[in-house]
Nanobody, 126 residues
Framework: QVHLVESGGGLVQAGGSLRLSCAAS????????MAWFRQGPGKEREFVAA?????????VYADSVKGRFTISRDNAKNTASLQMNSLKPEDTAVYYC??????????????????WGQGTQVTVSS
């Protein structure tokens, strides 16, 4: 079982940067796929980025954030991060950390993840 807590959200001007962090409990963090989803006002929750545990393609990004966001993990510290650069007002959303034991699922689908954090607000002003 994994317990996730996000932090690092806040207010930033368009073009600025933020770094989100996800702290995970448990003894098997390194065995889990870690992902970030977001939900903007009046929108459905959408996939942002994922990072695999040990094998296969290391990272996957939504087209809307590709080249601007970078997902990473530190297995020794049981943390996953999302570095967000060149932020746009359209990036405004509650950002959620998610985790799932890697069973070769579709990493971009929210229903694939069993564990979720409570979310952290990111607001980008123009």
């Amino acid at each position: 079982q994994v317990h996730l807590v996000e932090s690092g959200g806040g207010l930033v001007q368009a073009g600025g940067s933020l770094r989100l962090s996800c702290a995970a409990s448990g003894r098997t963090f390194s065995s889990y796929v870690m992902a970030w989803f977001r939900q903007g006002p009046g929108k459905e929750r959408e996939f942002v980025a994922a990072i695999m545990s040990w094998s296969g393609i290391n990272t996957v990004y939504a087209d809307s954030v590709k080249g601007r966001f970078t997902i990473s993990r530190d297995n020794a510290k049981n943390t996953a991060s999302l570095q967000m650069n060149s932020l746009k007002p359209e990036d405004t959303a509650v950002y959620y950390c998610a985790a799932q034991r890697d069973y070769g699922m579709d990493y971009t689908t929210e229903t694939a993840y069993a564990y979720w954090g409570q979310g952290t607000q990111v607001t980008v002003s123009s």
